[in-house]
């Protein structure tokens, strides 16, 4: 019995690290990279309100900045994309309750009978 326990410390006394037989064996790293989140530069969104709502030109500011945010996205600048992004978003934003509060006005004094679209 003690023979064997003996043949078993001589197998594994090779995987000691003070021997020369040990051999390190290579590490492979895998690096994942993470792609940020998309910028979201609301071209479309910018385009309508240039069309439809650019009262006080706050639909073409808004489709400069979509511009602009467009391009910082294409060169690889994420946080100025990001940030005109955000600017576009809430010019976009800005025209649309402009436009939403015009329309309301105006409907109003048509139906209180205080604005006339047509002769009389």
């Not at 594994?12 to 003070?18: A, M, Q, T, V």
């Amino acid at each position: 019995m003690e023979s064997g326990m003996n043949q078993v410390l001589v197998e594994n006394d090779h995987l000691s690290p003070g021997k020369g037989h040990c051999s390190e064996i290579p590490a492979t790293m895998v690096n994942i990279a993470t792609d940020p989140l998309p910028v979201k530069d609301h071209f479309l969104w910018s385009m309508f309100s240039f069309v439809y709502c650019n009262f006080f030109c706050l639909g073409f500011l808004a489709l400069v900045f979509s511009v602009k945010a467009r391009d910082r996205k294409v060169l690889g600048d994420i946080y100025s994309a990001s940030h005109y992004g955000a600017t576009s978003k809430a010019l976009n934003l800005a025209a649309a309750l402009v436009t939403i509060v015009i329309v309301i006005t105006v409907f109003g004094l048509v139906v209180g009978g205080v604005l006339h679209l047509h002769p009389r």
